[in-house]
């Protein structure tokens, strides 16, 4: 066996049930990668797809660059203006939508931990399942190992995985399927039982520092501070350090003060703030900055051991906790995650947000 899985960072055991598969020549034709997002299930794809091709520089070298034969990669895509079902997946896109992918599909082949940043990509069509179609009626002889690999599998409606169940149940000699996805409930049964689940794990968090610091240049010490709020997901560091996490974290920490304090309109307009700049992931990972404070106050307070998620904020949770020392923190953390799940629903933001203040209030006045 040569070393690519040695470059994965993390996932020895997804990495050990690939290398026993590959020892035991019993490749089964369909995986579901299952794991949350930002955890390396693109990159072993890939250097699973190396392994199964190992023959020369030059395979490597394209299956590295996403390239048929030997990669299909399907993600999801915009949909073109007067596109119909005729239409290839790229067919009705505009030049500049174009242009846009083949950038995000360019970082990705140089960063695997990279991603895919399209507007308005919410769906993988129809088309592009019709496409995997006529890629694998196409032949090749049998030293060439094809792998197709979907992104967010879970993006595939209905009717796309009911036409997808077909080739799964029947592949051509030689053609391996990895579903990649952090919501395998979203996927059929049928296709959840036709495939050998692998279950990632999150990354602990000098993992998570290292990506940071070998795939996307972040200092130490910021990877360092990051990767304490990220939950062992790239993504959700990578979107903690495009919101300017270090401006964000002190955001959470007033809004958590004047909520306390009952600064309603502070507090409102920290969240309206928020809410106007960012999406409804930008706003969860807020409120889990908010969370991570709280549970910090509760640490300083019953906790031997004060491993705090705020480094360097040590002097002011102990302030907080004196200033405060009736807080309910338990209670506002079980109204902060109630509330976080509401913005999912489409409700109105402002209420939402004020109706969260107001709990915080309530909560700290034991009302």
Do not use: C
């Amino acid at each position: 066996m040569s070393d690519f899985f040695d470059k994965i960072i993390g996932q020895k055991k997804s990495k050990l049930v690939l290398t026993k598969l590959i020892n035991s020549r019993r490749v089964p034709h369909a995986f579901i990668f299952s794991g949350s997002k930002g955890i390396g299930k693109f990159f072993t794809a890939i250097e699973f797809a190396k392994q199964i091709n190992q023959n020369d520089r030059g395979t490597q070298s394209q299956i590295k660059s996403l390239s048929e034969p030997f990669i299909k990669y399907v993600f999801a895509l915009p949909r073109g203006k007067s596109e119909s079902g005729d239409d290839g997946p790229f067919d009705k896109l505009t030049k500049s939508s174009i242009e846009t992918i083949q950038s995000e599909i360019k970082e990705k082949i140089n960063n695997p931990y990279h991603f895919l940043k399209i507007e308005d990509a919410n769906t993988i069509k129809i088309s592009s399942i019709r496409d995997i179609i006529r890629f694998l009626t196409i032949y090749y002889p049998p030293e060439i190992k094809r792998f197709v690999i979907i992104d967010d599998a879970h993006l595939l409606n209905e009717e796309s995985q009911n036409s997808l169940l077909k080739s799964l149940e029947e592949p051509p000699e030689n053609v391996f399927f990895i579903l990649m996805t952090d919501k395998i409930e979203s996927l059929l049964k049928t296709i959840q039982s036709r495939s050998f689940v692998i279950n990632f794990e999150n990354l602990i968090e000098e993992e998570l520092e290292e990506v940071l610091k070998n795939y996307f240049k972040i200092d130490s010490s910021l990877a360092s501070k990051v990767s304490k709020f990220s939950a062992g997901s790239v993504y959700k560091a990578a979107k903690l350090l495009e919101m300017d996490f270090e401006s964000l974290s002190e955001k959470a920490i007033d809004f958590a003060r004047f909520s306390v304090m009952k600064k309603y309109s502070s507090a409102l307009a920290i969240i309206n703030e928020i809410n106007d700049k960012y999406d409804i992931t930008g706003i969860k990972l807020f409120i889990d900055l908010v969370n991570m404070w709280f549970l910090d106050t509760i640490k300083e307070k019953h906790s031997e051991l004060k491993d705090f998620y705020y480094i360097g904020k040590e002097e002011s949770i102990y302030k907080f906790n004196k200033r405060f020392p009736g807080t309910k923190q338990g209670d506002i953390i079980e109204n902060l995650n109630k509330y976080s799940n509401y913005f999912d629903r489409n409700l109105n933001l402002n209420i939402i947000s004020l109706s969260l203040i107001f709990e915080i209030v309530a909560i700290e006045l034991g009302e």
